[in-house]
């Protein structure tokens, strides 16, 4: 979760000023959606989830994006959530979602599946390479890999799509979910 963190802070402070416009890869996200869904998600959401709270009906349509300072601010904003969940007791038990309940170490999983998958959205879109260790890298793909059916029965992912042979465990995760990353 913190390689994870770190790198989306890193991609966030190297999205070009201004306002965000265009399509993403990301789905039928535009760039602006994308980007609100990802700060929205991963850092305010994981700090949420973290100490059982949910998120407020406000902030599910606040635009981050609009503020000029909105990565700086992301970044604290997922050190606050990274070190929510440095407490032993976050990852006891089972979070409530209204629907279902679910436990803490997938709530925690998911988040870092948005960290990983969005990020490398938001780096694509933007020019930048996302990068983690290996080790992180063969986690999120153990992550796609168990959740890809039911993300793709919510249309969460596509069909996989090709990867190069002998392609690393983070494109492989990448493809897998749907996106391509050629």
């Given at each position: 979760?913190?390689?994870?963190?770190?790198?989306?802070?890193?991609?966030?402070?190297?999205?070009?000023?201004?306002?965000?416009?265009?399509?993403?890869?990301?789905?039928?996200?535009?760039?602006?959606?994308?980007?609100?869904?990802?700060?929205?998600?991963?850092?305010?959401?994981?700090?949420?989830?973290?100490?059982?709270?949910?998120?407020?009906?406000?902030?599910?349509?606040?635009?981050?994006?609009?503020?000029?300072?909105?990565?700086?601010?992301?970044?604290?904003?997922?050190d606050r959530a990274v070190k929510a969940w440095g407490d032993p007791a976050a990852w006891e038990g089972e979070?409530?979602?209204?629907?279902?309940?679910?436990?803490?170490?997938?709530?925690?999983?998911?988040?870092?599946?948005?960290?990983?998958?969005?990020?490398?959205?938001?780096?694509?879109?933007?020019?930048?390479?996302?990068?983690?260790?290996?080790?992180?890298?063969?986690?999120?793909?153990?992550?796609?890999?168990?959740?890809?059916?039911?993300?793709?029965?919510?249309?969460?992912?596509?069909?996989?799509?090709?990867?190069?042979?002998?392609?690393?465990?983070?494109?492989?995760?990448?493809?897998?979910?749907?996106?391509?990353?050629?």
């Amino acid at each position: 979760m913190t390689e994870f963190a770190a790198e989306c802070a890193r991609i966030a402070r190297g999205v070009p000023a201004g306002p965000l416009e265009g399509p993403s890869p990301c789905g039928d996200f535009d760039a602006r959606t994308l980007v609100n869904h990802w700060v929205l998600f991963t850092s305010h959401g994981l700090e949420r989830r973290a100490r059982r709270e949910t998120l407020p009906e406000e902030m599910m349509e606040h635009d981050f994006t609009a503020e000029p300072d909105w990565a700086e601010r992301y970044a604290e904003q997922l050190d606050r959530a990274v070190k929510a969940w440095g407490d032993p007791a976050a990852w006891e038990g089972e979070i409530d979602l209204g629907s279902m309940s679910v436990p803490a170490s997938g709530i925690a999983g998911m988040v870092v599946l948005e960290m990983g998958l969005h990020g490398w959205d938001v780096a694509t879109m933007t020019g930048q390479e996302f990068t983690v260790s290996d080790e992180a890298a063969r986690y999120l793909l153990g992550l796609v890999e168990e959740n890809a059916e039911m993300y793709r029965q919510f249309d969460g992912f596509a069909e996989p799509a090709q990867v190069d042979e002998g392609a690393d465990a983070f494109r492989r995760a990448v493809a897998l979910s749907g996106r391509d990353p050629r």
